[in-house]
């Protein structure tokens, strides 16, 4: 598949059992509605292919690892409709993830934004660099992480996500999110990161392919509910991006960005 440079793109290849789906977005890797739909497409079609034994989730380039929602997209949504059509691509990811009967490998090559600490959180095991910190900035603009929050709750545990959500402008650094669980190895270097996913990869792509299916079942207890929870969030934050408030952040801090 060839990989749009310029608005984007989701790419999946498939060698010797493992799947690495890859998406990029020039802009610090945030994510439009479009990516987010083709992000759940693919996970939900690695899920049911008989060729792949893992997962591996990564972003491209060498930066950030997700800025999360993109801000071009919020600006322009209009309608409470339109904006739970928007949220609802995180939920569907994540419910792509959660719902997905093999394990998924997350590489956290840098920072991690709002969204980007979603999907450092759905994913089965995660590995990072040092450098990936996390921030959940929701709050800062008006919103709140309310659809990718059951899942950093879920990881990390209430205190932990709460300190992310209520101070929105501080940085985590990746020492910090492996203490509390977000990330399940933290390494020095790229090299070191990349050496420990090529190895548990492979050892998962020989594992029993229905022993990791049923471990997945039973790490995802609990959350039954989530096609309906994360839709009611989407709700939420449908609604609350259409707020004067939110729309001025937005654009403080895109102007910021550019200067």
Not at 24 to 30: E, T, V, W
Request: charged letters at 25%; one cysteine or more; hydrophobic letters at 40%.
């Amino acid at each position: 598949m060839a990989k749009d440079m310029i608005n984007g793109y989701v790419n999946a290849e498939t060698h010797n059992g493992i799947t690495t789906i890859e998406f990029f977005h020039p802009q610090s890797n945030s994510l439009p509605r479009q990516l987010l739909k083709n992000l759940a497409n693919e996970v939900h079609a690695a899920g049911t292919d008989k060729d792949t034994k893992v997962i591996v989730i990564r972003s491209g380039g060498d930066k950030a690892f997700c800025a999360g929602a993109s801000f071009d997209e919020l600006t322009k949504i209009e309608t409470k409709e339109k904006g739970y059509e928007f949220f609802n691509g995180f939920a569907e990811v994540i419910n792509a993830m959660r719902k997905c009967p093999k394990l998924i490998i997350g590489r956290i090559h840098g920072k991690c934004v709002g969204g980007g600490v979603g999907l450092a959180a759905a994913v089965d095991y995660a590995i990072a660099t040092e450098a990936s910190e996390v921030k959940l900035s929701e709050l800062a603009v008006g919103i709140g992480p309310f659809v990718v929050g059951p899942a950093i709750q879920r990881k990390i545990g209430l205190s932990a996500f709460s300190q992310l959500a209520v101070d929105s402008t501080m940085w985590r650094n990746g020492d910090w999110a492996r203490r509390k669980g977000l990330f399940a190895e933290c390494h020095p270097t790229i090299e070191g990161m990349d050496e420990s996913i090529h190895r548990l990869s492979n050892q998962l792509a020989h594992t029993s392919p229905e022993a990791m299916s049923e471990m997945k079942k039973m790490f995802w207890i609990g959350t039954e509910d989530w096609d309906t929870l994360l839709m009611q969030r989407a709700e939420i934050s449908g609604r609350l991006v259409l707020s004067s408030f939110t729309k001025e952040a937005i654009e403080k801090f895109k102007a910021k960005a550019t200067t």
